[in-house]
């Protein structure tokens, strides 16, 4: 078995990017690599085992808690709709973001950088590893692996899960010049010590590939996001008695990542057939950040009582919800092209047919390559015709036929062992 030691602030945690590197380490020993994560985990948080698996935890200063007593209130209070009718209170992030992006560079994680440097040169003095594998997000994860890199001559392999200059979203831009100027540095750097680069979408890889310095030979390697089947719940639908129509969003809306155009649409439909609030059900678990409009939007257009807010719940909760949905919806952003929301995936896992918002691009390719539902522009009448189709198949009992053979392709065991192979060649 070849050793890889994986660069990982986020691990336990039940971000998509956490997600996917917990599934990548799951699947790397049954494909000849035994993982060892070095991470940020705190010690009260128990860590599930996975088999073949080894733990680092590296202690560093956690800037959310910090932030929390700052603003004097604890996230929970934002985040979790336990109570029936709870509605989404958007998060205050003008002080957070404000300190985020003039003073931690480059990222919030970077007190991390070098307790996680420290106990990574240990590891790799005492004990042979083959390999290093870093992914970004946080940018800071690169930092600690290309410093390694230098420090021990192992080939590294750096994954782009985002961009990290000339990121679309708004809260990932840089303030100023010289922000922008220090942050390419920095990428250069990292750039500079990576032996192969791996991405999760086209868009990232084009990037990449323009990006290259001498040191990187190799072509940038395409790695999509991917479901685990084994995540999945047994029973994936509800009896046939079911009478509701669900549409669920699992993940976060933010800025241009937003819900409007949706609910616009959504209210369209509930007028064109009447339908009461047992009929239809829109679920969402998740949170809500600088869309301060959004509570009094729902109100205006009389939603609230179609609203299933939940906030924050586990993973596995989370699947088992959408498993028994009748749609899933996927948000695309109008401003970005490039990133592929990591919910499509578990839509695509649990055959379930997306209603995506999305202009043209990779993300819209995808559903129709699967034949994995419907994309309209961000458009409420698009919308209400959406619904309309979904809400037929609901009506008539038919299941979405997705594309199985195309579906499977975005298997964990598919993408997994074509990050392995990325790995065989950095290593031969």
Known sequence: MKRVLIIAYYFNDENMGAIRLRRIAKYLPRLGYE?????????????KEIAGVRIERVKALDLKAVYERIKGRKEAEVVRGSEPGALPKSKNTKLTAWLNRWLMIPDKQIPWLWPAVRRGRELLSAEPYDLIFA?????????????LAKFSGLPCVMEYRDLWNNNPYHHQQQPSAFHKWLHGCLERYVLSRATCLSTVCRGIQTYLQMMRTSNVSREVGLVYNFYDPDEYPDEQKLSAEKKTFTVIYTGAMYFSRNPYAFFKGFRLFLDKY?????????????????LPELEQALKELQLVQYLDFQGIVD??????????????LILQS????????????????????????????????IIDRVHGGIHVP?????????????????QDGRVWAYN????????AGQMVGRLARLFEQVCS
């Open 404 to 411: 199985e053979a195309e579906v499977e392709k975005f298997s």
């Open 334 to 365: 109008p401003e970005d092209a490039i990133h592929i929301p990591g919910k499509l995936y578990e839509a695509l896992g649990a055959r379930v047919p997306v209603l995506a918002l999305s202009k043209p691009c990779e993300v819209t390719e």
């Open 35 to 47: 993982p060892t994560i070095l991470t940020a985990l705190p010690e009260t948080i128990v860590v």
């Open 315 to 328: 993973h596995e909760a989370a699947l088992s919800a959408l498993c028994s949905a009748d749609a899933a």
């Open 274 to 290: 009447a339908l009461p609030p047992e009929a239809i059900q829109f679920k969402w678990m998740g949170v809500t950040a600088a």
């Open 135 to 147: 992914s970004l997000e946080p940018r800071t994860n690169l930092l600690v692996a290309a410093k």
């Open 378 to 394: 961000h458009e409420p009448k698009a919308v209400c015709r959406a619904l309309q189709e979904l809400w037929q198949l609901h």
